[in-house]
T-cell receptor, first 118, second 111 residues
């Protein structure tokens, strides 16, 4: 089956620094990837939709200058949290769809990245 | 996008069937019902989807009412590994369609 990986799985950074999270589709090409954020005991909140070769589409209330998304290839999307603050501490999850396949309606999720900002 | 409503929590005994309900009374004619689950601290996993017919796969069965206003996910023989949060989502069958997660149902399978 299709596999999506994320790196790193956990990261701790100091307040004011930037952190980059990578999302890779390992065995398929993903024209569309999604980024979610999840706070403890809460549901997933969609942050943005990332399309290969074009600008990401951000959900209402998500600061695009703070959460930079780059989808430079069909297998890689990155999320950079700029000038991180403790309130950005969260579980970040990406997903990818596999168009053109029999199960193209299914989204494949990465294992998530836990960000802690101190 | 149609809103879905699920009970916040349920439990069942290991080996018994787990029946998870979902209300989606505003679902439109071309929206499917998708089910995903999230085991603690992992990414969500696709379970099953359907439009109006009942569906079954190796993981679960999906029963959709005739008026499509509600559905039930059935795990026929729940195991401890099925303990997770289950999300019912109404959406289009489109690989670029964004999934909007509700609060889900936290299922606890008891030994």
């Amino acid at each position: 089956g299709a596999v999506v990986s994320q790196h790193p799985s956990r990261v701790i950074c100091k307040s004011g620094t930037s952190v980059k999270i990578e999302c890779r589709s390992l065995d398929f090409q993903a024209t569309t990837m999604f980024w979610y954020r999840q706070f403890p005991k809460q549901s997933l909140m969609l942050m943005a939709t990332s399309n290969e070769g074009s600008k990401a589409t951000y959900e209402q209330g998500v600061e695009k200058d703070k959460f930079l998304i780059n989808h430079a290839s069909l297998t890689l999307s990155t999320l950079t949290v700029t000038s991180a603050h403790p309130e950005d501490s969260s579980f970040y999850i990406c997903s990818a769809s596999h168009p053109g396949q029999p199960h193209s309606y299914e989204q494949y999720f990465g294992p998530g990245t836990r960000l802690t900002v101190t | 996008d149609a809103k879905t409503t699920q009970p916040p929590s349920m439990d069942c005994a290991e080996g018994r069937a787990a029946n998870l309900p979902c209300n989606h009374s505003t679902i439109s004619g071309n929206e499917y019902v998708y089910w995903y689950r999230q085991i603690h601290s992992q990414g969500p996993q696709y379970i099953i989807h359907g439009l109006k017919n009942n569906e079954t796969n190796e993981m679960a069965s999906l029963i959709i009412t005739e008026d499509r206003k509600s559905s039930t996910l059935i795990l026929p023989h729940a195991t401890l590994r099925d303990t997770a949060v289950y999300y019912c989502i109404a959406g289009l069958m489109d690989s670029s369609y964004k999934l909007i997660f509700g609060s889900g149902t936290r299922l606890l399978v008891r030994p």
